[in-house]
């Protein structure tokens, strides 16, 4: 069975690419580029997916928490991306456990993070 993706990046481009690489490695992807949509499909989804990738440029540490991606009961696999170096400096501070990419990345070191961080 296919492993689930949940994708969050505004910069189409990115998402576009990043998304078909995804799928050609056999990914099932589903792609948003706001919040919004985001968080309504993930609460009416009825499942987790595998992995997300999110931009950290739109979702913050509060958005994390508050959306449960660091409970204490369950580990939601993690990759996050940034156009900014000093936010990567500053996530792999706090989040040493988690893959962080600054973008534009190569979609090859995107798939060896999801790899990574599905434990492959």
Known sequence: MKKTIFLLENNRAV????????????????????????????ETAGHQPDLYILDFDLVDLPFLHTHHFFATTHYLPLVLTTAS????????????????????????ELLTAVSSALGG
Not at 87 to 100: D, F, G, I, N, S
Request: a positive charge.
């Open 15 to 42: 998402r576009s690419a990043a998304t078909r690489a995804l799928r050609q490695s056999g990914f099932k992807v589903h792609s948003f580029s706001e919040i919004e949509p985001f968080t309504s499909y993930r």
């Open 85 to 108: 170096l000093e936010k990567k400096t500053e996530l792999l501070t706090l989040l040493a456990c988690q893959p962080v990419l600054i973008k534009p990345f190569d979609l090859q």
